[in-house]
């Protein structure tokens, strides 16, 4: 932490604590026996104290979530379940399977598969037993599951949370746990066509989900090593000047250079070379140029590279989504077991937010070839060549929250198309035998929990909650055989004959 | 462990992990640097080592789930995601919203909260920051919730994975990560109106699951700790007699009631009296009946506990659930934080079952009324009164896949509508094309990922995995400017012009 002058540690500590808390927390300052005086610094109230042992050391308790997660409310879930809904429908149009694996994973599976980002897996404390650890992605425990099953071919999609102990810049939709939907071909096929299928699916999500303008970056891992290869970087810093060059799009070529040269020691005119290549960014005419390259065609590893995303362009043609793919010779992406193809979807900024901030807003989906982790896992080494997607959901979802905001949208959080009320006292019986007979239908009901509640507050309650209609049942109602049907939106009233209630109410949802 | 005599504790060890290693575990034997000749027990074949460092110490590696948990298959999951689909339009029905929480908790959330089960917990490594726990159950987090963001009043569901350190009788449907499918009602209303609610919930699910015949047990802790009293239970031991009683349907009377007199030092006429209580079980009668009890009537607690379950039968009747309920004094419970009246569901057995096990075939739902755990979180202490209910979807699930299995169904893992087919060579351009064309429109379809694949293959594909229909594109029918429809049933294909291929196929779908 850098020195604040005159402020001592202590001091900024507690300041930074309160303007760090969440505003939900609360702070329970449990007064322990040896200490009565002390209380929390925020609420200086009584406290509960009957629950905690007074052995317990621990003085302030911060009702809380832990750092980097967050509960999703009702109106958070509502639009969360449409976002999943829409991208796995989209797998199951695609034909692929469900699949669901443990939350954690024995430790030596997730051991040596995320290089540098490895100090960010959460490992569960040593109860006895097994060392575990929690999922970091969904891929690695896919790998597993198909190695231990010895599964050869599988399409497969996966939603699910995974866990990164990451410093959380909440701002930007970043998150120790958060929900990844993967959608993944494993098996030996004719080159590029389930690739060219990942891209699709990227397409159709990004579409469907009306996010903006958007561009599909391509690259390939064989590509990007020969690229290095030709520019003169020693095969001992490959990996770590392709994590450099995964930061372009987050810092500047400038800053990416310098790091590359003055923190990883790599020759000034090396850098050069690589700087012209990164820029490179167009469609299938920048493959064939790249044919012609006078370095780059020297190499095999490249060439391999350029030929499978030649057929990569042709398949996407075929698909009609050509326009939103981009050969960008600076996309890396930071995981260790890609292979081949690799692909990043960012959202393209309107013409203002270019203007803010000219830097990428950041990736929605990514994905790409990884042909040999299956064989990490495999006792003979057998490899199962797979390739796949993920969709970045936090951060959609992110997005489509502040829309929502910005054009203030209202959110229904419940589904209920029925309430039922009455006007009278000593209702409670009749109303609890017309909503069972509701529900039985598989009606949406509802009724407040009281003996006895006013008309007014129950119209209320159904205007609040956007509950299109109301049953009402009284005295008069009784004695002529019949329910008051009320349209809470036309405020109109019909008197149904009882035993017609369940058929007109269907009759009116299904019209609606 | 006890002691088995001759046999040396390790090799009994390795015995044991011969006979309990789970069918589908692969052992990566790692052949490392300084001790060449190791191999695995299980696999004494070459291995893969190029990704394990040579420093690494760990010499067998198996690749397998961690204990107690499991891999959903693609199976498993079309019958999971059916049950989990019946209980969440149930809870919606009844007017419930979504909620999520975090997999992990901070510690100090899950402390007090479960008595003797709190050994059970997962906790994380302290990897620097907050000490944290994986969620024990979906209640505790839910009164966080509440007290956190001070809501007084909500009804709301959640699904979502739990995790218990219990030792797995996986035969059982027991894991140590399992699904909950909770409904909570949170707030203060008038009396057993919410809590009959939550029967009638439990019903209508185990009702549409077609699980059999079903019966739930109700009990009301007041009433449990009337008993008690009366039966002269000294007052510091109500808990753990509470949890002997707790015990009752998987262990007979005779070793229940040993374990309170031998091992919890109860005397045996207080037992003899808990013994009499403990076996009545029946309707509204036995309510009556027990107002009348001359030792539970002086008993205040009891009283109220009675006064509510005389409601609560009142309720049910309305709903016409009455004659699944049943007043059992034997049913405790073993959370600590219930707080009145305490439910559980249980799968009656048929006559032939009945006759090989007498006992419990073990509860399927349950749950209960829990007025102080929202306080436990609030600095005022402020209580929220709850009542909610848990669905054991694992359970539900081992009875239903065993159904299946028993009646030969077979289960489709994916629900591809179209199949795109071509009998000639050199059709890959046109097979991308068309299944394209489908998927733009919605239709959920696939094709093989090969260039060349014989027809014969690209139909069997169909029958093997239940699609539908086939269109087969070829060079007559490219010339014709037509697309062969074929049903895979019935082998019938006909010719249908390309532009209307779209909405042919939609209305073929919509009529089967």
């Known amino acids: 932490m850098p020195q604040l002058g005159l402020l001592h540690g202590r001091v900024w500590a507690s300041l930074l604590g309160k303007l760090l808390r969440p505003p939900g927390a609360v702070c329970i300052g449990a007064v322990h026996s040896h200490s009565q005086g002390q209380r929390s610094m925020w609420v200086a109230e009584a406290v509960l104290v009957s629950q905690l042992k ?66 960010l897996i959460y490992d569960l ?52 746990e958060f929900c990844q939907c ?14 060219a299928e990942c891209l699709k699916i990227m397409c159709e999500i990004l579409s469907g989900l009306q996010l903006g303008d958007f561009l599909i970056k391509v690259n390939d891992r064989r590509i990007l090593d020969g690229m290095f ?66 370095r780059l065609s020297q ?27 981009s050969f960008d010779l600076s996309l890396a992406r930071g995981l ?20 803010e901030e000219p830097l990428n807003v950041g990736s929605v989906a990514a994905g790409g070839r990884y042909d040999g982790l299956v064989g990490m896992f495999d006792p003979k080494g057998h490899k199962v060549p797979c390739v796949g997607l993920s969709i970045g959901v936090e951060r959609i979802f992110s997005i489509v929250e502040q829309k929502m905001k910005t054009f203030g949208e209202k959110i229904r959080t419940t589904e209920t198309q029925v309430f039922v009320a009455s006007p009278q006292k000593n209702f409670l ?8 007979e509701l529900w039985d239908a598989g009606i949406k009901a509802e009724l407040l929990y009281k003996n006895n509640p006013k008309l007014l507050t129950q119209l209320h309650y159904c205007e609040n909650m956007g ?6 049942v009284g005295e008069q109602e009784l004695k002529e055989g019949v329910i008051k049907l009320r349209s809470v939106a036309s405020r109109e009233e019909v008197a149904i004959k009882r035993e017609n209630l369940v058929a007109e109410i269907q009759k009116r949802l299904s019209e609606s």
Chains 1, 2 share one sequence.
Not at 182 to 195: L, N
Request: charged letters at 25%.
């Open 125 to 176: 404390q040593d109860q006895g037993g097994e060392l575990l650890s929690l999922r970091y992605d969904l891929t690695v425990p896919f790998a597993r599951y198909l190695a231990m099953n010895k599964v050869k071919k599988m399409k497969r999609y996966h939603v699910g949370k995974v866990w990164r102990r990451e410093s959380p810049t909440i701002v930007q939709g970043r998150y120790r």
């Open 54 to 119: 007074p052995h317990q050391e621990k003085s302030n308790f911060i009702i809380k979530t832990p750092k980097g997660t967050r509960d999703l409310t009702p109106q958070q879930m509502v639009v969360r379940e449409k976002i999943l809904d829409l991208v796995v429908s989209c797998f199951k149009r695609h034909g692929a399977k469900g699949l669901d694996t443990p939350a954690f994973e024995l430790k030596e599976v997730l051991t040596e598969k995320y290089g540098e980002d490895s100090g």
């Open 467 to 472: 509950i299109p209609l109301v049953v009402i």
């Open 429 to 436: 019986q009749e109303r609890l035998k017309l909503i069972a």
């Open 182 to 195: 993967d959608f993944d071909i494993a098996g030996q096929f004719d080159p590029m066509i389930p690739d």
């Open 229 to 294: 290869a030709v520019c003169g970087v020693p095969e001992s810093k490959f990996h770590t000047i392709c994590s450099s060059i995964d930061k372009l799009g987050k810092m500047s070529w400038k800053d990416v250079r310098h790091e590359m040269v003055a923190k990883k020691g790599l020759a000034p005119e090396v850098a050069d070379r690589i700087g012209d290549y990164v820029q490179c960014h167009g469609g299938v005419s920048l493959v064939e140029q790249m044919f012609q390259d006078p």
């Open 299 to 325: 190499n095999k590893q490249a060439l391999e590279g350029l030929g499978d995303l030649k057929l990569l362009f042709e398949y996407v043609t075929l698909f009609g989504i050509a326009e939103k793919i």
């Open 336 to 355: 260790d077991y890609y292979t081949g193809v690799v692909y990043e979807a960012v959202l393209l900024p309107t013409p203002a937010q270019a203007e």
